[in-house]
């Protein structure tokens, strides 16, 4: 008995063996990092020894998690001013065009970093798995060359072709739309064609213009012992064991997904816990319900222009709703007496309450996320990037209303809000939403978890792979086997008519000696 029982321990153990787990997500957006924490908690809590290079560390950590802080000011107000600014530029085919530039920026802008410089040339670490998160940040994947590890991606939202494209996961453009460009899968022929054309740019552009720069990134900056004889970061590509999607079906556009890619989006949700005193009878107290106001963490509500804050108040105090408003100033315009506003709300838990019954957003992934999570229709203010996407594809769920931050007025604001808050549709859709989110065979956080532990378990698990990953844009395309079939088939015509030519003179062409027989008798 006791052997038998050892016996079971053994297996136990052997299964579950710890491992030394880097996450290196050195990204100073919180809302990049924010919803993957939960995971590398867990991680630890399972007894793995988790080392985790962030902005961000973690209140009462588990023993075995080790936080390495690479935290530093950063001046945001550039930031959002840029954003708001140019949001009217922000076309389908602009985005991946500008990626090409703006992308390895955001990397250089990571690592320019006396921190995450002190990280990566530093040889004290030893780790079986490197975890980073891939947004604009392929050069990351040389930290499993590094250490020998397997590597594992993050990508915060849904991929777009490129992304997909190099690690051999499909992207058809006639039904899966690009995140930036704001389509759904349902396209008509002249939207099918733009984002034909947005897919095309990023397959032909990508590897001839951007792969370089993140190239050169990672020659300059991830010198460590033993770089020289790494390869080539297409082939290091090829390491990458496991990618862990934020996204979901429910949330955007259902597509075939290769074994390796896992949608994990909802790790950080459960549900919502009691809200401070002050704020529980703020939204106890609300017979006609609660409105949440918050464009997130990366564009802040006091940094629109003063003729829209105008706008929002204006409109918002007409409501018999009341609204909870996060604003990040300490200057306050002249509120109604039904808005409160604050820098900081327990966004989740608000969302969570029975008597919220609108969430005004930028459509962020993890807003939406949230919204959805809790079944709270939403209003969705898009700006930039995914937010397009995000927004229109829940409108097109029947559980928002989206506004362009660049066509809102006052009267699309208002109309947009009596009609959500008029409708019990929105509602309705938004709850089935939530009902179809939750009813998953398992929670995210443990799937995210098992698939980590699967690639450990089964030493980088490189059975999952397609090997379209090795393939580059004119194979993923069959363009080599269109045009040698197009070349068969010009050949094959090219023969047919000399052929046929041939035939038609031998039966049809006269020759002189029948030509004079004919004459004779036409003289006689």
């Not at 991830?222 to 064991?241: A, D, H, Q, V």
């Not at 802040?300 to 009341?322: C, I, N, S």
Request: net charge neutral; proline share 7%; glycine share 4%.
């Amino acid at each position: 008995m006791k052997l038998l029982l050892f016996s079971v321990l053994l297996l136990y153990v052997g299964h579950c063996w710890s491992a030394n787990i880097l996450a290196f997500l050195p990204t100073f957006a919180r809302s990049h990092y924010g919803p993957f924490q939960p995971m590398l908690k867990e991680l630890a809590v399972r007894g793995h020894n988790v080392t985790v290079v962030s902005h961000f560390p973690l209140k009462d950590p588990p023993p075995t998690y080790h936080h390495i802080d690479v935290s530093k000011q950063k001046n945001a107000d550039d930031k959002n001013f840029s954003m708001l600014s140019i949001a009217q530029y922000l076309k389908p085919w602009v985005i991946p065009v500008g990626t090409l530039f703006f992308g390895p920026q955001i990397t250089l802008e990571t690592l320019d970093n006396t921190k995450v410089k002190e990280f990566i040339h530093s040889d004290g670490y030893k780790f079986d798995v490197v975890i980073f998160e891939n947004f604009q940040h392929e050069c990351f994947v040389t930290l499993g060359h590094k250490y020998g590890a397997h590597v594992i991606q993050l990508i915060p939202a849904s991929p777009v072709a490129f992304l997909s494209q190099w690690h051999g996961q499909p992207f058809n453009p006639s039904y899966i739309p690009d995140p930036n460009s704001g389509f759904t899968d349902k396209m008509p022929f002249s939207v099918r064609i733009m984002n034909t054309i947005v897919t095309c740019l990023q397959l032909v552009l990508y590897p001839l213009f951007y792969m370089p720069k993140q190239n050169e990134i990672m020659l300059n900056h991830f010198n460590y012992t033993g770089w020289e004889s790494r390869p080539t970061l297409e082939e290091m590509s090829k390491n990458i064991s496991l990618t862990l999607i934020n996204t979901h079906f429910t949330l955007g556009t259902p597509r075939p997904l290769v074994p390796n890619f896992i949608e994990v989006a909802g790790m950080h949700l459960k549900p919502a816990s009691k809200l401070p005193k002050d704020l529980q009878e703020f939204m106890d107290t609300a017979p006609h319900g609660v409105i949440y106001f918050s464009f997130g963490s990366v564009v802040k509500a006091t940094h629109l222009p003063k003729h829209h804050v105008d706008m929002f108040l204006r409109q918002l105090g007409k409501l018999k709703q009341k609204v909870l408003w996060k604003w990040e100033s300490d200057e306050l315009p002249e509120l109604p007496s039904n808005v409160v506003v604050s820098k900081w709300f327990p966004q989740v838990d608000i969302l969570g309450h029975s008597n919220c019954v609108l969430f005004i957003t930028h459509g962020g992934i993890h807003s939406t996320e949230e919204a959805v999570y809790y079944g709270v229709p939403m209003l969705a203010i898009a700006i930039f990037g995914d937010q397009l996407y995000n927004s229109i594809m829940m409108e097109s769920r029947g559980a928002a209303i989206r506004l362009k931050y660049t066509d809102l007025t006052e009267d699309s604001f208002a109309d947009s809000l009596h009609k959500i808050l008029d409708n019990p549709l929105y509602k309705t859709n938004a709850q089935k939403l939530s009902k179809m989110f939750h009813d998953q065979p398992m929670k995210p956080l443990d799937k995210a978890v098992f698939w980590i532990e699967y690639v450990i378990n089964h030493n980088g698990a490189h059975h999952l792979k397609t090997t379209n990953n090795s393939l580059n844009w004119i194979q993923f395309l069959l363009i080599d086997v269109i045009s040698f079939l197009l070349i068969i088939e010009f050949m094959f015509l090219i023969i047919a008519f000399y052929f046929m030519k041939k035939i038609l003179n031998m039966f049809f062409k006269s020759t002189p000696s029948n030509v004079a027989i004919d004459n004779d008798k036409k003289e006689k």
